[in-house]
Every structure is written in C-alpha cells, then in structure tokens.
C-alpha cells in the first residue's frame, strides 16, 4: 500500500511541475503582479470600485452571457433539426456549419466589417432603400454578430451529439400522455440536452469572454474587458491594473464555468 | 356489437415509397386484448402506430375509436396509453413524476394526482418506489412503471410495443402472467405488438398473424393454432411438421409408411401435424429413426428422420427413445389436417 502510494506520487510529480510551473506560477505571479502599482494590494479594490473598468466588466459578462443565450437557442434549434432530419445535402451542410471555426477572431472582425460597416453590404443596401446608411460593426452589436459568428458551429455540434443520443421514444411517451409539441420541447428535449447545453454554454461564455481578435479590428468605439487590459498593458503602461484586470476577467470566467460544470455534474449522475 | 377501434383501409408507405402495411381492416372489440404477431418489419409496429396517432395512414384509410373518427388526430390527442419497449421513462423525473405526468398534462389538482398515482404504483405493487429515480430501477420494475404510466390516464387503448422483450426469460414468464391478469380485470381494450408467438397465444384474447405488411389470419388463439389459415400461420406459430405424401384408399402414404388420411383428398397431399398430434405407438404404422432428443423439463422434444421427407418432432411425457433408435408412430384426430399451400 505504501508502496503504491509512493510509486503513484513517482509517477504524478512530472505532471504536478508542469501544473505548477506553467499554470499555478503565472497565476500567482499575476495576482501578485496586480499588487505592484503604486496602491499595493488595493488596486484590486480601486478596480472594483472604478467606473470605467467596472462599466466594461459590466459590459464584457452582458456581452457573452447575451451571445450564449442567443448561441444557445439559434444552435439548440439547429442541432435538433440537424440531429433528427435527413435531407440531400445534410452532411455538407453541417461540415459547412464547422467552417468558422477555422478563421481566427481578426478575420471574423473583418468579415463583420464587411458586413457592418461603413462600406459594409448592410450599410449599402439600407442607403439605397432608406438613403441612411445602418453602420454597427463599430459598437456593441458588431462584437456580438461577430461572437456569434464563432459561437454558434462549436455549440451545434455538441448540441447535434447529444439530440442524436435523445431516444425519440421519450417524446413519444411525452405525447402519448398528451404533450404538446412544446411541451415536448419543454419537459424532454431541454431536459435531455441540458447536460450538452451546459457544456457548450460555459465554453462559449468563456469565449466570449475572452475573445479578442474581433474586438481589436472592431476596436473604435467598443472597451470590453480584453481591450481595457490591453491598453492599459501597452498604451498605459499601467501593468498592475492590467494584470489586476486580467486576474478579475480569469476569476469570474473561471467561476461561471465552475458554476456550469456543477449544475452538469448534477444533471449527468441524475441521467445516471 | 360495438367495436373500441377500427382501422378501414388503412396502408401506410414510406416517404422512400417502402409500403409497410397494406390496405388492412381490422375491428378491435371493447375490452379486448389483440396480439400483433409477427417477424421483424411484417409492418405490426406501423399497425400500432397508426393506432397510436404517431402515423397516419394513406388516404382513403380511416381510423375511429368508438365510431368516431380520429384519423387525422396525433397521439397527444387521441388519449392513447402506450408502452415503449424500452419504456422511455423520463429520466428527469422520478417514479411518481413519471407515473403522474399524463395527469399533470391534464391538470389534475395535485391531491388528486397524487392518490392516483400512489393507487397505481399500489396495484403495480411497487408502492415503495414513488421517489426513486428511474435509473435506478431494474427492467421489470421500469416496465411496470411504463405500464402505471400509461394505465394513470385512464387511455382509451392500452398499447404496447414488446412490452416484454427487455426482459430475461423468467422475469418475462413472470411479467406476462401477472400482464394477462392486470389487463384481465382493467377490461381495457389493448393492442400489444410481439415476434413472440408464445406470449401472443399467453396474452391475446385474438391473435392477428402479420407477414409482409398484411394480416394473414386473425382469430382465437386455438384457432390460429390449430386451424392455420396459410402455410405461413402454420410455421410460424408453434412448431409444425409438414406431411408430403400422397393420398390412396384412405390412406396418407409417407416416406416412412403411412398414416389414416383423416379426410385428406386423394392424390398428392400436403398434410400438418403439430408435435404433441404425433405419439409413439408399438402399433404405429409409420417408422423412423430419433436424430435427437431434447429434455425440456416437462416434455421431451424428439426429433425423427425417415418417417417424412422432412424431419418431423414429436413431443412426449413419457418414456423418450434413444438417438438411433427407430420408432413407430401414429397420429391423433385432427392430425394429419391440410396445410394451406401458400
């Protein structure tokens, strides 16, 4: 027994340097780094209490958690469509579907540009019909078309996974009992998927998040967390709220997606 | 005499143009039980389902409960109770949510659902159960939770899919004893689909026969047996030994002697004879060789070679000869019948 137990902690140290080396390390050393600016410790406490970064955390959490539900919806519906129906054309479709996830945040900042802004399609097509020009890649609206844009492949095919496990005798069952199609919906499909909504949620929240390769082409009048922290990081050379901010962002993200996997861990051993 | 469901015409083809059931009438009587018997993709789940409201059949085919019409109602509004093969408990909700949920549909005041679903889960005799998970349960108790969930909504017709199939051997000798009672004493006219003729023949007042999408023969279960309306009713139920001879003076001539004609027509003859038709008999007037000899506790199941140009099974609860062995037969009244030739 002894024997094992020092063989195992043998065998795991490699992996515990690691952890500690590239993980537990720069961690401490941000928090830490957070701490340097002239008001010491504080500085956590004066970002928590300044307007204009705590505007932008505002923002930045309503931003993502607005992209996740809108993702969470738009690729529920799809990736029950997609998961149930068979149709010519289906597989290409959903390798189609797939196909943002190889474009990196700037690209997809470009694509919105194209779209949104000043030369964009929309803003042509709304002055030929209204004479004003509909501009939005700049703002808040942009970022969130854009996040959607890479939010939406990952979540269908997680959601897609799951609606193919869904056992139709289940809605059936629902129905023979008198449900609704909605209450189908309701009571059996939502259920059933809530393990693969979870999942795909946090990672999109965290994306989102996080995302900055779309903010910064999008950049003019637009101060999510990630900007803030970069500008701060290099404009201001203001390296302690940076990293005070960088640790914050880390922290809340890090607490949504704990806060998630608890809620699947509950709903995986209820579904046993 | 009333009828609970009616099917006129109803055929029903697949969107790739597969005809799963052919245009097929069949007359369900209040407080009956119909076995749907029949092989794999002989299209009984699509009867059942055309029942059920979760197909719908081609036009002009018509489906009425009680003379009214409901062919163009979906299941959640034709007050069906169903029972799924895999039971398709829902996960999320314990034994009582789901024993209750139908109610809850229904919007049963909560006291009210909460003495129905307790009086079910009582008759179900799994009283103890109401805050289980359902993952919990083992097979035969989730199909009684299955069945106390579809009884709970007081269904106009009880409908099961292979309620049985899930389950190993005894429990499911078990489970269709206790079936046949419940659905006994409920009176509730129900519609249960099986490939298994010995739980069809258990637990259906009627047997339906189906074979590639058509319903072959439809009657009591002794009749089907005993009377087969086609060479496929004949094989398919029971075991059957088939009788190719030739019919001269009153007599069936076989490869291994011959037995009374029993009324067959002269000239070449197709005859059946059902294992336990056949006995052994030191006066026998046809012969064979035992092949084998299978001890099934009860009866010993003989196989013979010789007698017929196939080999024939005998059943016995007597003393069973020995491989190698040859033995003499003879036949009881109504044995040998004529087989249908198709």
Avoid at chain 1, 160 to 183: F, H, I, N, T, Y
Avoid at chain 2, 119 to 126: D, K, P, Y
Wanted: charged share 15%; with cysteine; proline share 6%.
């Amino acid at each position: 027994m002894g024997q094992d137990r020092l063989a195992l902690a043998v065998l795991v140290a490699p992996a515990i340097a690691f952890l500690a080396a590239f993980f537990l390390f720069p961690l401490v050393l941000m928090l830490r780094t957070g701490a340097t600016g002239p008001q010491g410790w504080s500085t956590y406490a004066i970002i928590l209490s300044n307007e204009r970064y705590l505007g932008s955390l505002w923002k930045t959490v309503v931003l993502a958690a607005s992209v996740t539900a809108a993702t969470l919806v738009i690729s529920g519906i799809a990736g029950v469509f997609l998961a149930r129906t068979r149709f010519r054309g289906r597989r290409l479709l959903t390798a189609f579907l797939t196909l943002p996830l190889a474009f990196p945040g700037v690209v997809v900042g470009f694509m919105v540009i194209l779209l949104a802004g000043r030369q964009g399609v929309i803003g042509e097509l709304t002055h030929a019909v209204t004479g004003d020009r509909l501009v939005f890649a700049y703002s808040l609206a942009g970022l969130f078309v854009g996040y959607l844009y890479f939010s939406i492949p990952r979540t269908v095919l997680t959601v897609m996974a799951a609606a193919e496990k869904l056992d139709p005798a289940l809605e059936e069952a629902a129905r023979s009992l008198g449900a609704s199609p909605w209450v189908v919906v309701r009571d059996v499909i939502i259920p059933g998927l809530k393990g693969a909504f979870l999942a795909a949620g946090a990672i999109c929240f965290a994306t989102a998040m996080g995302a900055f390769g779309t903010a910064f082409t999008l950049a003019t009048q637009i101060d999510v967390l990630p900007m803030v922290i970069y500008a701060e990081f290099t404009v201001g050379a203001n390296i302690a709220v940076a990293a005070a901010l960088s640790f914050l962002l880390g922290a809340i993200t890090w607490a949504v997606l704990a806060a998630a996997r608890t809620a699947a861990g509950g709903t995986v051993a209820a579904a046993g | 005499m009333s009828v609970a469901v009616e099917l006129r015409a109803c055929a029903f083809t697949h969107a790739d143009g597969t005809r799963a059931l052919l245009p097929t009438d069949l007359a369900i009587r209040p407080g009956e039980t119909l076995a749907v018997l029949g092989p794999s993709g002989c299209g009984k789940t699509t009867l059942l389902r055309l029942i059920a409201g979760l197909a719908f059949p081609d036009p002009p085919g018509r489906v009425l409960f009680e003379s009214r019409d409901v062919t163009s109602l979906p299941i959640e509004r034709r007050n069906v109770g169903m029972v799924f093969q895999s039971y398709a408990l829902f996960p999320n909700l314990d034994v009582a949510g789901n024993v209750g949920y139908g109610l809850r549909l229904r919007n049963v005041p909560k006291a009210e659902r909460d003495a129905r679903v307790a009086r079910w889960l009582a008759m179900m005799r799994i009283p103890e159960l109401a805050h289980r998970r359902v993952d919990q349960l083992s097979g035969g108790q989730r199909q009684r939770v299955a069945l106390a969930r579809a009884l709970a909504v007081e269904p106009a017709v009880l409908l099961l899919d292979e309620p049985l199939t899930a389950l190993d051997a005894k429990l499911r000798e078990e489970l269709r004893v206790e079936l046949a009672g419940l659905l006994r004493d409920l009176g509730i006219t129900s519609v249960f689909v099986t490939h298994d003729q010995a739980e069809a023949m258990a637990l259906g007042d009627r047997v339906a026969v189906m074979r590639a999408g058509k319903v072959e023969q439809l009657g009591a279960p002794e009749d089907i047996y005993r009377r087969p309306a086609t060479r496929f009713v004949a094989e398919f139920v029971g075991v059957l030994n088939v009788l190719a001879g030739e019919v001269r003076d009153g007599t069936l001539h076989l490869p291994g002697g011959s037995l009374p004609a029993n009324g067959l027509a002269p000239g070449p003859a197709l005859a059946g004879a059902r294992p336990e038709q056949l006995r052994f008999d030191p006066e026998g007037t046809l012969t064979g060789r035992v092949r084998a000899a299978f001890f099934l506790g009860d009866r010993v199941r003989v196989v013979i070679e010789g007698a017929a140009a196939n080999p024939i099974t005998v059943e016995t609860t007597g003393a069973a000869p020995r491989p190698g062995e040859v033995v003499r037969l003879s036949a009881a009244p109504p044995a040998p019948w004529p087989l249908p030739d198709a």
